[in-house]
C-alpha cells in the first residue's frame, strides 16, 4: 500500500492529525481533532460527477484532498518551491477545466498525478532550453535533504543530500518513476500507469536511478 | 539508503502550509473566474453584434465573437494588466492573454511601451524566452539595448550578457533590426541566430548563421537492455546536458568527454565546446599547461573578434598559472598587437605585466 494510501486510510495527513467531516450538499471542511476517526466522505467518482454538473463545492473538495499529493510530486521532482507551486496551481486549473473528460472518477487520483508529470517535464524542457543559453534557471531551495522532517538525524539529511545529487543526474522520465515509487510509495503498477509506460519500462527506470545510488555508495565506501 | 525508511516520503515534511495551500487555491480560482468572465464578455458582445446584424440586415458582419479574447490590450492569463514585469531572484515564467509565453531569466525584467489589439511592444534587460502565439492579431516587437526583434507567432531566445546580445530562432521568423546588425536588419528563421557585440565597434556583428536549435531530448540512461538495443547517438543538446551535470557533480572526466564530442561532432559547437574545455582543466583540474594548450587551439581557430580576445585572455592567465611569465608576455603582446584598442587590455597586463 502507497505511503498516502495508508494515510488516507487512517484518515491522517502529515503533521497535525485532520479530520475530512461530510454532510450531504455541504462544503467539506477540515476541524483539528485529537486521535479522531475516519468519517464518511464522497468517493472521487461522486465528487468529479458533482464538479462536472458546476458544484463549485465538489471542485474544492478535490482541490483540498489531493493538493498535498501533487505538491509533494511537484515538489520532488523540481526541487524549488516556486515551480512547484505554479505547477500546482496549473495542474488544478487545467484539471478542473477538463474534468469532464475524466470517464471515469474514480481514476481521479492516477490522472491528477498524470497531469502533474506532464506540467513537470513541461518545466524541465524550459528549464533545460534556458540553461543552454546560459540563462538562469529557478532556485534549487526545496531539495530533498532540505524538506527533511523537524526529526530527522543528521545522519538522514546526509544521505538525502546523498540521493538528491544523484537522483539530479537521472533524466526526468527515470527520476519521476523513482520518485513516484521510492518517495511517494506508490506501487510499480500504479506508477506505470501514471507514467504511461509498460511496467517492464518502469522497473528499467527505477533499476537505472537504483545503479546510480549504488555506484555512488560505493564510490564513497572506498 | 540504511537511514532512510520506506518509501523515503516518510522522512519528509510537507512542503507548504495551510495558509500556502490556500492562497493556490485562490489563484486557481481567480484565473478560471477572469477566464470565464472574458468568454462571457465575449459572449455578450457577440449577443449584441447579432442584434444589431439582425435589426440592420443589409450591413456585414464588422466583429468576429471568435476573436474577442484577442480584442484589445493583452492582458495576463488571469484577467489582470500587463505591467512591468521583473524576475527577482530567479527565472519567472508569464502567461498571457493570448496564450503566449515570456520566460525572464533570473534579474531580467520587461516594461510593455506599447500594447493594443494590433501590437505588443517592449524593451528587455537581461535574457527572456518568448514563445508568441501564432497567427495571432498582434505584432510584437521587444527591445533590447538599441536590437530591436519584431515576430509574429514565434518561439525566439534572447540573450545578454555583458559582450553581446544573442538572438535565437526556435520556430517562426524574425526580424532583428538595430545599427549593431549588418545591413541594419536581418531576417531570421527556425534554427537561425544572431550574435551582435556590445563592445566598442558600434556595428560589430558577430556571427549569423543557421545552426539546429534542437529541442532538449531526453537520453536513455544506460540500461541492461541497451546492449541489445541499437544506441543513438547523443543530440547535441543531450551532450551539453551531459556536460554540464558532469561538472557540477565534480565527474570531470565525463565532462571533458563530452564536450570533446561535441567538439569533434558538431563544427559549430566547437569553439564553444573547447572554451569550456579549457575552463574546466584551468578552473576545475587546474592543469594550466594542458589549458594553456587549449586556449592556444581556440585562438588559433579563426573566431569573431570577442571569442578570440576572450580566448587570448585565457591563453595568458593559463601561461601565467603555470609559472611561465615570459610566455605569458610574449602571448600578451600577441594580443594587443591584434587587438590595440581591445576591451580586454585590462585583463591581459594584470596577468602579463
Known amino acids: ?32 481533532a485529537a486521535g479522531s476517526g475516519v468519517c464518511e466522505e464522497p468517493d472521487d467518482a461522486t465528487l468529479v460527477a458533482r464538479a462536472v454538473r458546476g458544484d463549485g463545492r465538489a471542485e474544492e473538495a478535490i482541490y483540498k484532498r489531493y493538493v498535498r499529493y501533487v505538491a509533494a510530486i511537484a515538489i520532488h521532482l523540481t526541487g524549488s518551491r516556486q515551480e512547484a507551486e505554479d505547477i500546482v496551481q496549473d495542474t488544478f486549473e487545467k484539471a478542473l477545466d477538463q474534468l469532464s473528460s475524466l470517464r471515469d472518477g474514480a481514476a481521479l487520483r492516477p490522472w491528477l498525478a498524470q497531469i502533474t508529470l506532464r506540467q513537470v517535464h513541461r518545466r524541465a524542457r524550459r528549464r533545460r532550453l534556458m540553461r543552454l543559453f546560459g540563462l538562469d534557471g529557478s532556485a534549487q531551495d526545496a531539495t530533498l535533504d532540505t524538506l527533511a522532517s523537524p526529526s530527522a538525524s543528521p545522519e538522514v539529511r546526509a544521505e538525502l543530500s546523498r540521493v538528491q545529487s544523484v537522483i539530479a543526474l537521472a533524466n526526468d522520465d527515470a527520476r519521476a518513476a523513482w520518485t513516484l515509487h521510492k518517495v511517494e510509495g506508490e506501487t510499480l503498477e500504479y506508477t506505470s500507469e501514471v507514467c504511461r509506460c509498460s511496467l517492464a519500462t518502469t522497473k528499467r527506470r527505477v533499476a537505472a536511478v537504483e545503479s546510480l545510488l549504488r555506484a555512488r555508495l560505493r564510490k564513497e565506501e572506498r | 539508503m540504511s537511514e532512510l525508511p520506506e518509501p523515503l516520503g516518510e522522512a519528509l515534511r510537507d512542503p507548504f502550509s495551510e495558509h ?38 443589409l450591413f456585414a458582419w464588422t466583429r468576429r465573437p471568435t476573436r474577442a479574447l484577442d480584442e484589445g490590450p493583452l492582458r495576463l492569463a488571469d484577467g489582470g494588466p500587463l505591467g512591468a514585469l521583473e524576475a527577482v531572484g530567479s527565472a519567472r515564467i508569464v502567461r498571457l492573454s493570448d496564450g503566449s509565453e515570456i520566460t525572464l531569466a533570473a534579474g531580467a525584467g520587461l516594461s510593455p511601451t506599447a500594447n493594443d489589439g494590433r501590437r505588443f511592444e517592449a524593451a528587455l534587460t537581461g535574457s527572456g524566452v518568448f514563445e508568441v502565439r501564432p497567427h495571432g492579431p498582434r505584432r510584437w516587437r521587444v527591445g533590447c539595448d538599441d536590437l530591436a526583434v519584431e515576430v509574429l507567432g514565434t518561439g525566439f531566445v534572447i540573450a545578454q550578457n555583458a ?32 550574435a551582435v557585440s556590445l563592445g566598442a565597434a558600434p556595428d560589430t556583428t558577430l556571427a549569423t548563421r543557421a545552426e539546429p536549435v534542437a529541442e532538449a531530448h531526453e537520453e536513455p540512461e544506460a540500461t541492461p537492455d541497451a546492449r541489445r538495443a541499437p544506441r543513438r547517438e547523443p543530440t547535441e543538446d543531450a551532450l551539453w546536458e551531459r556536460a554540464n551535470q558532469a561538472r557540477i557533480a565534480h565527474r570531470y572526466d565525463d565532462a571533458t568527454r563530452a564536450l570533446e564530442t561535441l567538439a569533434r561532432r558538431f563544427p559549430a559547437q566547437r569553439a564553444t565546446a573547447t572554451y569550456k574545455l579549457g575552463q574546466i582543466e584551468m578552473d576545475d583540474l587546474h592543469h594550466y599547461a594542458r589549458a594553456a594548450t587549449i586556449f592556444e587551439r581556440l585562438v588559433a581557430m579563426g573566431l569573431p ?6 580566448g587570448y585572455v585565457r591563453w595568458v592567465q593559463s601561461l601565467a598559472r603555470n609559472n611561465d611569465p615570459a610566455a605569458a608576455r610574449r602571448v600578451a603582446a600577441l594580443y594587443l598587437r591584434e587587438f590595440p584598442a581591445g576591451r580586454r587590455r585590462g585583463d591581459v597586463a594584470r596577468w602579463a605585466p
Open chain 2, 20 to 57: 500556502e495551500i490556500g492562497a493556490m487555491w485562490r489563484t486557481v480560482r481567480a484565473r478560471r473566474e477572469a477566464r470565464a468572465g472574458v468568454s462571457r464578455r465575449a459572449t455578450l458582445e457577440f449577443a449584441f453584434a447579432t442584434a444589431f446584424v439582425a435589426a440592420a440586415a
Open chain 1, 1 to 32: 500500500m502507497s505511503r498516502w494510501a495508508r494515510l488516507a486510510a487512517h484518515g491522517v495527513i502529515d503533521g497535525p492529525v485532520v479530520t475530512a467531516h461530510v454532510e450531504v450538499g455541504a462544503q467539506v471542511s477540515a476541524q483539528g
Open chain 2, 163 to 194: 559582450h553581446e546580445i544573442r538572438v535565437t530562432v526556435r520556430h517562426g521568423v524574425v526580424r532583428v533590426e538595430g545599427a549593431r546588425v549588418a545591413g541594419g536588419a536581418r531576417r531570421l528563421t527556425a534554427g537561425e541566430w544572431i
Open chain 2, 305 to 310: 573578434a570577442a571569442l578570440r580576445e576572450d
